[in-house]
Structures are given as structure tokens and as C-alpha cells.
């Protein structure tokens, strides 16, 4: 199985700065034939299914505001949010679909420090 | 707009099964994937597997390979779950959730509690 492993664990930031979550997987997503990663973000809120935010790496599903970004390629990549809001508290999750079973990361847990 | 829209609580004794149901609306049925994805308590989201609805073909992880069956109920827009032989770690929320034809997951239901217990 492809392990997904996120850092850090969990993070206080203040309202307006940056937040980024760090994930690796234990194996590259990226496929050559269609140059592109299989790596997918979620935002889970209490009580609530997860909510996509990025696929491929780095795009953005439909109406998630463009403070999200993803980026990376192959076995690291990185979810930053450029201005923090008080709705972005969350707890966020890499997910690779490069393989089955499809794995995710154990998950950040995101604050307002 | 798609929507997908889960069963409720159920509360199982060890040994029982249990049969989740997720309907779903505003979009072809045949045309997408569904996945189950489960989430125990304080723990991270674990894929237990799919079914291509349009073929009607599954692939499931190993860690649930002869306990878990998920069908599909196409004149009804519905896919179901089925858990066997349940123990107390399966105590868990568990989602039904639609792919865009690659894996990732964009559409989700609200979730099902699943608790076993004595």
C-alpha cells in the first residue's frame, strides 16, 4: 500500500498569515502517460463529510475560494492557504488515487493561533 | 446537484452485519464510481473500496476482502454496503462518496454512525 504521511500533525496560525501542510507518499503518483499526480486535498470540519478542495495536485475544484493552492509532483507535495480565515479551521487530508487501495494521510489539524 | 443521501444510525452486535445505503440524485447513476470510505473515531479516513456503477465491477481493499460487498440498485439511484462478521474496532462513520471518473472523491454523502457493541 502507498503511505501518505503529512506534517505537521497540527498548526496555529494567525488570521490573514500562511498555513502549509506538508505530504508525502511512500511511492511517486505521478503517471508518466498523462504527466499527471494523482493527489487529491480534503478539508473535513467537525461533524462534517470531507469536502474536496484540489485534485490533480493542483486543481482547484470548482468554488473553493483561490486562497487554496496545491502544488508538488511525484512524492511531495504541499496544500498552503495564502491568507488564513476563521472558516478555514479544518482538519486537512492528502489522499493519493494513483493505487488501490486508495490511502490517505492521517491528517493537520489547522488553528487560528 | 448531486447529492447523495445515506442511511441512518444503525447499532450492531459483534458478529452481526450491517447494510449501508446511499441514494444519490442530480446525475446520471451509471455514469460514476461510487467508493466507501470509513472514518472511526479520532482516526483518519480508510477507503474500503468501489464499484464501477456503469459495469457493475468492485475492487475492495484487502484489509476488508471477504467481509465487505458493495452492490448497486440501478432502477433506484442506489448504492449500498454491506459489512460483515462485525467487530467493536468497526465502530465508525462511514461514507459513501463519488468520483469524477479518476479517484478523487467530489461529491460525498453525510455519513452513517455504524457502532457495535455488546
Known amino acids: 500500500d502507498i503511505v501518505m504521511t503529512q506534517s505537521p500533525d497540527s498548526l496555529a496560525v494567525s488570521l490573514g498569515e500562511r498555513a502549509t501542510i506538508n505530504c508525502q507518499s511512500s511511492?511517486?503518483?505521478?503517471?508518466?502517460?498523462?504527466?499527471?499526480?494523482?493527489l487529491a486535498w480534503y478539508q473535513q470540519k467537525p461533524g462534517q463529510p470531507p469536502k474536496l478542495l484540489i485534485y490533480w495536485a493542483s486543481t482547484r475544484e470548482s468554488g473553493v475560494p483561490d486562497r487554496f493552492s496545491g502544488s508538488g509532483s511525484g512524492t511531495d507535495f504541499t496544500l498552503t492557504i495564502s491568507s488564513l480565515q476563521a472558516e478555514d479551521v479544518a482538519v486537512y487530508y492528502c489522499q493519493q488515487y494513483y493505487d488501490t487501495p486508495r490511502t490517505f494521510g492521517q491528517g493537520t489539524k489547522v488553528e487560528i493561533k | 446537484q448531486v447529492l447523495l443521501v445515506q442511511s441512518g444510525a444503525e447499532v450492531k452486535k459483534p458478529g452481526a452485519s450491517v447494510k449501508v445505503s446511499c441514494k444519490a440524485s442530480g446525475y446520471t447513476f451509471t455514469t460514476y464510481a461510487i467508493h466507501w470510505v470509513r472514518q472511526a473515531p479520532g482516526q483518519r479516513l480508510e477507503w474500503m473500496g468501489w464499484i464501477s456503477v456503469g459495469n457493475g465491477d468492485t475492487k475492495y481493499s484487502q484489509k476488508f476482502q471477504g467481509r465487505v460487498t458493495i452492490t448497486t440498485d440501478t432502477s433506484a439511484s442506489t448504492a449500498y454496503m454491506e459489512l460483515s462478521s462485525l467487530r467493536s474496532e468497526d465502530t465508525a462513520v462511514y461514507y459513501c462518496?463519488?468520483?469524477f471518473g479518476s479517484g478523487s472523491l467530489h461529491y460525498w454523502g453525510q455519513g452513517t454512525l455504524v457502532t457495535v457493541s455488546s
Open positions: 511511492q511517486s503518483v505521478f503517471y508518466r502517460s498523462n504527466k499527471k499526480n494523482y
Open positions: 462518496a463519488r468520483d
